[in-house]
């Protein structure tokens, strides 16, 4: 919620001396007033603790405003700009820099909230006030798509309670304006679902002549029907490209260095160390995994246990099986007291991050592996995952880079390390990596 304030301020081209302001005003209540005055103090925090160390989004977007005039990559070019309720002014400004080298065309649907008014006024405003000529058009109605007439009939409709003042009883269209733009099918569950989708959509490239990239599949419960859309249009030969987001814990490399972090500053947590280990990005092969799993659920291996050998369960085993695991264990230990090691010698948060990063290139290797795992799902056809894969490690070192830059100096806690852990988290959790909503490629 903080990190939201702080943006929004930001984006609303707003300052301390205008918060202060509105603080000083006889019209709040002491509430409000106080309310802005914590806010006030966390922003002037967080500006002195940035300050010299990092930059952030809305502090880039100042900076590429006023370099606008410099670039080259507006020549010979026009902006059209559309899809757009509202703009922060910030986003204005950057339009209206644009605006002095080129025409800047800006698209603004007709709101019932009157929000296409207010853009229209603040655009204006801030145009005439940098000397910048600007102009309204109204788009006819002959340029409307035609054969709309049930669309128009369900967006003017569909949600509506009441009748307009205008109106004694709700307007019903002809039939012989419904045709066959929307069309609606009851089904009994998500696969007969995705089977009349898949059927529908084959019938329209085979027999109607379109093209794959002419045809969407808009689903709002992509988690629990993205594997059965994926596993029917397989089956009907119609490839799939899904556009969602996904935060880049979903990935096996914030997986991996989250829990080996965790299982290593939180006092040796198992279950952790089998999120790590199941990523499949370690040398360890998956058997040896499974006995291992099974023979710590047996014994009940947890923290400090996991620093002695074995001695639980020789009848279970033979000889080998055992050696097995001991040797499985003896490996995870020595790679991961590297990371101990460089906790309890690390004098601040920068030292250890960069050591952190070492140790996942040169020990875990872990780049190569994400590399080897991204090639084969492309060879299976999983494209976005394969995408994702490959980009999730870069992604993640970056984070980590950026705590290094705004925490660096600090000392690193050596007697409680578990905070750096949760600050890690916390930092990896909200990334997210765009991927974009289920559509169909060519």
């Known amino acids: 919620m ?11 081209d707003c300052s301390l001396d205008e918060l202060k302001s509105a603080i000083d005003s006889d019209s709040n209540s002491e509430l409000l007033s106080h309310k802005l005055h914590e806010l006030m103090l966390i922003i002037d925090e967080y500006e002195s603790e940035l300050e010299g160390r990092y930059i952030d989004s809305e502090d880039y977007i100042s900076m590429y405003v006023s370099l606008i005039g410099e670039s080259t990559l507006l020549d010979n070019h ?16 950057a339009l ?27 655009l204006t405003s801030r145009a005439d006030l940098a000397g910048v000529a600007i102009s309204k058009e109204y788009v006819p109605d ?11 009939y369900l967006e003017e409709n569909l949600f509506r309670t009441v009748l307009s003042s205008r109106e004694s009883v709700m307007k019903v269209p002809n039939e012989d304006t419904i045709n066959d733009e929307v069309r609606l099918v009851e089904c009994a569950n998500p696969f007969y679902e995705a089977e009349s989708a898949a059927s529908y959509i084959y019938e329209l490239i085979r027999d109607k002549g379109y093209r794959m990239n002419d045809i969407a599949v808009i689903c709002n419960d992509d988690s629990s029907r993205k594997p059965i859309i994926r596993r029917t249009f397989e089956e009907y030969g119609i490839p799939l490209f899904v556009d969602s987001r996904r935060t880049i814990t979903d990935s096996m490399a914030a997986r991996f260095i989250v829990s080996l972090l965790e299982f ?8 952790a160390l089998f999120v790590m280990l199941k990523t ?15 023979y710590v659920r047996n014994y009940r291996i947890r923290g400090n246990m996991w620093t002695r050998a074995f001695k639980y369960g020789h009848f279970e085993y033979t000889e080998e099986e055992f050696e097995r695991l001991e040797s499985t264990r003896s490996y995870i230990m020595e790679q991961v007291s590297k990371l101990r090691e460089i906790a309890e010698s690390s004098g601040t948060v920068a030292e250890f991050v960069f050591d952190l ?17 991204s090639e084969a799902q492309a060879e299976e056809g999983y494209n976005e995952e394969a995408q994702n894969t490959a ?23 050596k007697q409680g390390p578990k905070r750096y852990y949760s600050s890690t988290r916390k930092v990896l959790n909200p990334l997210t990596s765009v991927l974009f909503h289920l559509h169909l490629t060519e």
């Open 78 to 93: 026009s902006v059209w700009v559309y899809g757009f309720d509202t703009l922060a002014p910030k986003s204005m400004d």
């Open 264 to 271: 290593v500053l939180q006092g040796y947590r198992t279950s």
């Open 280 to 294: 499949e990005l370690t040398s360890i092969e998956r058997e040896d995994i499974e006995m291992l799993e099974n």
């Open 142 to 152: 002959e340029y409307r798509a035609y054969g709309r007439k049930t669309l128009d």
């Open 2 to 12: 903080v990190n939201d304030f702080i943006a929004d301020f930001k984006q609303q």
């Open 391 to 413: 980009q999730s490690y870069e992604a993640c070192v970056k984070i980590l880079e950026q705590l290094a830059a705004v925490l660096g100096d600090e000392t690193f806690d």
């Open 357 to 373: 990063i070492k140790i996942l290139e040169e020990e875990w290797e872990l780049p190569s592996r994400l590399q080897a795992v």
């Open 96 to 122: 209206i820099e644009m605006a002095k080298r080129v025409d800047v065309n800006i698209m603004v649907n007709i709101s019932d909230f009157d929000l296409d008014t207010i853009l229209i006024a603040a």
